[in-house]
């Protein structure tokens, strides 16, 4: 379970994830926290740094928590067939 102290909304605030069905918060949705259908990190490359950086819920400490604009992520899915919604 996700540290509420951590943050004041949900990670990656209104990104929700779907199995065509069932549509669950990505705070709902990521291992270890929740279902398990996504890991709770992801990837970006800052092309500034050179260097990958963490995106992901706050009890990771990663670099980010939140998706921005332009920048494409790499996220490990543990179930098939579920797609990400991104506001």
Known sequence: RLDPACYK?????GVCLSDGGQVLS???????YGEG?????GVWWDNVAQVSRIVGVC????????LKPW????????ENYK????P
């Open 9 to 13: 909304e949900d990670p990656l605030t």
């Open 59 to 66: 009890d990771d400490t990663p670099y980010e928590d939140s």
């Open 26 to 32: 990505f705070a709902e949705a990521c291992y270890p």
């Open 71 to 78: 920048r494409g992520y790499w996220f490990t899915w543990r």
């Open 37 to 41: 259908w996504i890991n709770s990190t």
């Open 83 to 86: 797609s990400m919604i991104v």
